[in-house]
């Protein structure tokens, strides 16, 4: 059972436009978000979080949106860069839980 | 300082054999997880251990298996390999539990590829 969801696997952009990559989650227990960046051969790297008590954190060219009605969050990484070009993941923590569940993720390329 | 460490990085294992991987967290970091990647089903939750205890396991069988030792190093092992097993195997520390509010990170080693033939 997939609880957190990013039914896009791939995105293209061109650079310097905005990418949105979208997160869907379905345990309303989730209270902690965070996104990675994964290049291949190498493991995730941290981007970006956000608590439920928040609906927008930004840092620097990247901000995430939480929308807690609608179990959804995204991340907008404006402008894009060529070297943004890799697969993001979300995840999400419930907040009686030790363990982060992960989305499938969103290959992103930018073109440039 | 010194991020996740991962060894071995590449193994390549016969079915029916098993398998040590070893994990270094961030210094000061007592909580490590350990994660399965495959393609298209993301990262699988395998288990957590915080001061060499179990906090959490995952929907593996019960031929994977870990431990963490005194110093916060982390080892997991899968016996009788199956050819679905192959996989990249990421380890990932924070400085405490996952589950102590917000702001508490989880940061990844570059992860140990299996492959079972």
């Known amino acids: 059972d997939q609880q957190v969801k990013q039914n896009s696997p791939s995105l293209s952009v061109q650079e310097g436009r905005i990418s949105i990559l979208n997160c869907d989650y379905t345990?309303?227990?989730?209270?902690?978000f965070l996104w990675y960046k994964k290049y291949p051969a190498e493991g995730p790297t941290f981007l970006i979080s956000?608590?439920?008590?928040?609906d927008k954190n930004e840092d620097g060219r990247f901000t995430v949106f939480l929308n807690k009605s609608a179990k959804h969050l995204s991340l907008h990484i404006v402008p894009s860069q060529p070297g943004d070009s890799a697969v993001y993941f979300c995840?999400?923590?419930?907040?009686?839980?030790?363990?982060?569940?992960f989305g499938t993720g969103t290959s992103l390329t930018v073109i440039p | 300082k010194a991020g996740v460490t991962q060894t071995p990085r590449y193994l390549i294992k016969t079915r029916g054999q098993q398998v040590t991987l070893s994990c270094s967290p961030i210094s000061g970091h007592r909580s490590v997880s350990w994660y399965q990647q495959t393609p298209g089903q993301g990262l699988q939750f395998l288990f957590e251990?915080?001061?060499?205890?179990?906090?959490n396991k995952g929907n593996f069988p019960g031929r994977f298996s870990g431990r963490q030792f005194s110093n916060s190093r982390s080892e997991m092992n899968v016996s009788t390999l199956e050819l679905g097993d192959s996989a990249l195997y990421l380890c990932?520390?924070?400085?405490?539990?996952?589950?102590?509010?917000?702001?508490?990170?989880?940061?990844f080693g570059e992860g140990s590829w299996l492959t079972v033939v």
């Open positions: 345990n309303s227990m989730f209270d902690y």
């Open positions: 990932a520390s924070s400085r405490l539990s996952p589950g102590t509010g917000f702001g508490n990170t989880i940061y």
């Open positions: 956000i608590s439920s008590i928040k």
């Open positions: 995840a999400a923590r419930p907040n009686t839980g030790n363990q982060f569940y």
């Open positions: 251990y915080f001061s060499e205890t179990q906090r």
